[in-house]
């Protein structure tokens, strides 16, 4: 009962609160193609586009999930529900992770369909680079409780990252790009910490 | 006063102080780092001359090698796309190559033979060779496959004037989706570059110390840099600043005041773009005194660090301002932020391969990304001094309109465009 | 004790500011209005009452639950904020179905009700429209709505009158009468006249503390004496206002009939000791608990 309730809720919120941002990532999809060439390409040069367009497709889609309350009304009367607010955004992060890891998956598919070297490895590397940008700007925009605060951050660490690379160290998005040939496991922890920590914060200290 | 309460509202942001953070991180990373040591008297760089025989020679050779293969390296928006073209379009591509060597479509057949006589005569091991008949389809088809092609003595029509040449080139970069090898302002960057002899290196240097006064050079790095950021991290707080009003419930409030809408709107705009300006001015502040440390003794002018980033920087600032302005008060934030950030990366990322004088009459971005090459800039100067200008104006036109807008909502003459919903632009007829 | 809500000692902080000071208060079954101005604490104390804020210490319990069991509390209680807002894309009765989904009513259950309380708010011509097209009184009476959904042991409603037009207020005030029959319903407002309709008891508050509380009558009891009528000429007005706290002015031919509040018999020639109304009562009270108030400036 209280799941078909839930699935209820995520429906609900996917049709009227995000099909805008799930649009805007499956455009950048479609985009792809145009900006980038995608193939015959080797490990490395495949990387390229997957490096970049996966973190813009987890920034489109991750920033925007505490989007629909940042009307302090709507968040009262939503959050005066027995049904606790941060599991609802913990779906809604759900939702934007499985579309996420779906749009790289199709890039992937795509470029493998026409011959280019996608391995897992790099397809994992894409995946954490989404991931961890995308929680970039979902801790960001928990935090600043505005999603602009949240593109913000997130659009300017991708713009530090082309510009910085490997001087970011563990947290740099574009390793394969730059032929290095394993998956950059921070990526995947810094992404674990930022939702934790965001989701803590708005259970804890923003509900005060 | 209006003005000083706007500025207070805006330091009280969030988003003004990402913004600093962000710029001071471009700041320190970038340029400060770089700032850090002299500028060498030896760079071993390059120099361009421009040889029109070489470049018309060396393009012509590179042309028919990626021709062959139909395989052309382009770099539209700075990332690598391998672009092949289809029948009717290579069909151009070789009109083009005939009336550039002066040759028909059988002299093009016989290059394109002894093109492979001389490649089956060099050593490749391991590649088979099976060729269907020698006709230049097929001879194409063999080499879209092999990857080492290149043409070494190709040359130009010797009545080819450099004028037609450009022309050309100019249409087979549009052919091939630009950002090709053959866009008109890489072709000088790509084929008529040598390397700097020390005599060269020490030239540059002079003119660096002694026209540049040092500080200017510096500017013009300083200022490359920084009009990354602001080409579209303004667009956040102004945006952010617009739509406070309409979250916080007090467009009403504020609507039923007096004061002009044309008055209200340009106080918000400069409050912001002054605002936004002042951690620049520390930045500059920062560079000038690191320049006198590091280029202790030696004269340089005082002035430069801080006039030339202004004009170079503040109509950045301005645009990403004024266009977050207008577009969430006719539209949204979201549509701002998107408009302000594919265009600034577009012109990031189509820039030409020469990051030194990038600078068009229209680019929103202008880059230099080089503490020489004053000729280089100066060649360009009265695009670039255009180029300002017109943004500056362009901006204070948007608004102009942002007003105008803000005036009609405060009449309640207009609420907005909204792309979907009752009444919305993109609303499918029922 | 399963019929109220008793609040002891309880104090709330924003940060280092106190914002409720030793809240005490004790309220049952029937309508319970919370007056005072804005800014007196009213929201913040309804707030934490719905389990959105928390307290820093003291002790609630909500109809025999502690306030700290915040999903026990939020099925018992529905909270309606005071400018009721929702996904402005999502249409009326897809908004109502959402909450009720939200507060975890199965679909069938969900369905009917959504039927009855949108007939109930008289919005079920209204149903297809979009939250963002709903005037204040239709979105103000969907709040209402959505939070009878899931049966409320505890209704508590912020300034659900400000900003309606006099028909929708009174309209407004009855619905939440009918709903105060079976439960607590707790309303906050600055208006006088609204507690006066509605509610048997009342408790004002200022600066984040409870000044008092009991019935409108015993309210009216304490004001007994310290209201009076004046005839009172045009230019000396201004005086008036500045020497008394003035409730009301009528205006005659050539002079003012004036309500004003005085601790004593105000040094005035015909000054008149009338009977309490309950504005003139809210007045008193604020006055005689040395808070600072300033009448007729509007």
Redesign the interface.
């Known amino acids: 009962?209280?799941s078909?309730?839930?699935a209820?809720?995520v429906c609900?919120d996917v049709r009227?609160?995000f099909l805008?941002h799930y649009l805007?990532a499956i455009i950048a999809l479609a985009v792809t193609p145009?900006?980038?060439?995608l193939?015959?390409?080797n490990e490395k040069?495949a990387a390229?586009?997957l490096e970049?367009m996966s973190p813009i497709f987890g920034m489109l889609l991750m920033t925007p999930i505490f989007m629909?309350e940042?009307?302090?009304?709507?968040s009262?009367?939503?959050?005066?529900?027995?049904?606790?607010h941060i599991l609802?955004c913990f779906l809604r992060l759900l939702c934007s992770l499985l579309l996420t890891i779906a749009l790289v998956g199709i890039l992937a598919l795509y470029m493998r369909y026409n011959d280019s070297k996608v391995t897992a490895r790099l397809f994992a590397g894409a995946i954490g680079g989404a991931l961890a940008l995308g929680s970039l700007g979902f801790f960001s925009s928990a935090v600043?409780d505005?999603a602009?605060?949240g593109?913000?951050?997130s659009?300017?660490y991708l713009?530090?990252n082309m510009?910085?690379r490997e001087?970011l160290w563990i947290f740099d998005m574009f390793s394969f790009s730059e032929g290095k040939t394993e998956i950059n496991s921070w990526l995947y922890l810094s992404a674990l910490v930022l939702i934790v920590l965001a989701l803590l914060f708005r259970k804890y200290i923003k509900?005060? | 006063m209006l003005f000083f309460k706007e500025c207070k509202k805006i330091l009280r942001s969030l988003s003004f102080w990402i913004f600093f953070v962000i710029t001071a991180l471009m700041f320190f990373t970038q340029y400060f780092n770089d700032g850090k040591f002299r500028a060498s008297e030896y760079t071993g760089g390059y120099k361009i001359v421009e040889n029109h025989e070489q470049i018309m020679n060396e393009a012509i050779n590179t042309l028919m090698g990626e021709y062959t293969s139909n395989n052309y390296v382009c770099y539209p928006y700075g990332f690598y796309k391998a672009v092949s073209l289809k029948e009717k379009k290579k069909e151009k591509v070789e009109i083009y190559i005939q009336e550039m060597m002066g040759v028909d479509h059988n002299g093009i057949e016989d290059i394109l033979e002894s093109h492979l006589q001389e490649w089956l005569n060099t050593d490749h091991e391991g590649i088979e060779v099976y060729l269907e008949s020698t006709s230049s389809d097929s001879i194409m088809d063999f080499f879209s496959q092999c990857p080492e092609n290149r043409f070494d003595d190709l040359t130009v029509k010797s009545d080819l004037t450099y004028e037609r040449f450009t022309e050309i080139m100019g249409e087979i970069d549009d052919i091939l989706g630009g950002g090709s090898d053959f866009a008109v302002d890489a072709l000088v960057f790509n084929y008529s570059r040598v390397d700097m002899t020390d005599e060269d290196s020490l030239k540059q240097y002079e003119a660096f110390i002694k026209y540049d006064r040092i500080t200017y050079a510096l500017a013009r790095l300083f200022s490359d840099y920084m009009g990354i950021d602001l080409a579209f991290l303004p667009v956040f707080v102004s945006a952010v600043f617009v739509a406070a009003d309409r979250r916080r419930r007090m467009s009403e409030l504020v609507y039923s005041r007096s004061i002009s809408s044309f008055k209200l709107v340009f106080t918000r705009y400069a409050a912001l773009v002054v605002t936004m300006f002042i951690p620049i001015i520390v930045f500059m502040m920062i560079a000038f005194i690191q320049a006198k440390v590091v280029y202790s003794g030696e004269k340089m002018s005082m002035s430069a660090m801080f006039t030339l980033p202004t004009f170079w920087l503040l109509p950045n600032i301005m645009v990403a301002t004024a266009s977050g302005m207008l577009l969430t008060e006719v539209f949204s934030a979201g549509i701002a932020i998107a408009f302000q950030c594919v265009w600034a990366f577009r012109c990031l990322m189509s820039g030409s391969v020469a990051l030194a004088g990038d600078i068009g009459k229209f680019d929103l971005i202008c880059r230099h990304n080089s503490t020489f090459d004053r000729d280089i800039f100066m060649q360009c100067f009265n695009d670039f001094v255009f180029n300002r200008i017109f943004f500056m104006v362009i901006s204070l036109l948007a608004v102009c309109i942002a007003a105008y807008v803000y005036d009609l909502k405060r009449g309640g003459k207009f609420n907005g465009f909204k792309l979907f919903g009752e009444g919305g632009l993109l609303r499918r007829k029922a | 004790m399963e019929n109220s809500i008793v609040i002891k000692n309880m104090n709330k902080y924003y940060g280092k500011k106190q914002a409720l000071f030793n809240i005490d208060l004790t309220i049952e079954k029937g309508m319970f209005g919370l007056l005072g101005r804005n800014g007196a604490g009213k929201t913040t104390l309804m707030k934490t009452l719905a389990a959105l804020h928390k307290k820093k210490n003291g002790e609630i319990t909500v109809c025999g639950i502690p306030i700290e069991k915040e999903k026990e509390i939020r099925t018992i209680t529905g909270y309606l904020p005071q400018e009721f807002s929702m996904y402005p894309n999502m249409k009326t009765d897809e908004a109502l179905d959402y909450l009720g989904a939200l507060s975890g009513i199965p679909k069938e259950e969900r369905k009917k009700r959504v039927e009855a309380l949108l007939n109930k708010v008289n919005l079920t011509q209204h149903r297809h429209k979009k939250i963002k097209e709903l005037s204040g009184g239709m979105k103000r009476r969907l709040g209402i709505a959505q939070a009878l959904l899931h049966e409320p042991k505890v209704l508590i409603v912020d300034e659900p009158t400000a900003g309606l037009d006099p028909e929708e207020r009174i309209r407004f005030r009855n619905l939440l009468c009918e709903v105060a029959e079976q439960r607590i319903v707790i309303l906050s407002t600055h208006i006088v006249a609204d507690i006066e309709a509605s509610c048997e008891q009342l408790a004002i508050m200022d600066s984040g503390k409870i000044l008092w509380k009991g019935s409108v009558s015993q309210l009216l009891e304490k004001a007994k004496g310290h209201i009076y009528t004046v005839n009172v000429e045009k230019q000396f007005m201004a005086q008036i206002k500045k020497e008394y706290i003035v409730t009301g002015i009528l205006p005659q031919n050539e002079y003012n009939t004036v309500r004003i509040v005085s601790d004593a018999e105000p040094d005035l020639p015909n000054a008149v000791l009338s009977d309490p109304d309950l504005e003139g009562a809210y007045m008193y009270c604020l006055h005689s608990n040395g808070c600072e108030v300033k009448g007729g400036d509007e």
């Open positions: 009962m209280v078909s309730c839930l209820k809720v609900s009227h609160n805008l805007a145009i900006i980038f060439g193939s015959e390409l040069m390229q586009p970049i629909p940042q009307n302090e009304s709507i009262d009367v939503v959050r005066s529900k027995k049904t606790s609802v600043g505005n602009v605060i593109y913000m951050v659009a300017s713009l530090m510009i910085l001087k509900s005060n």
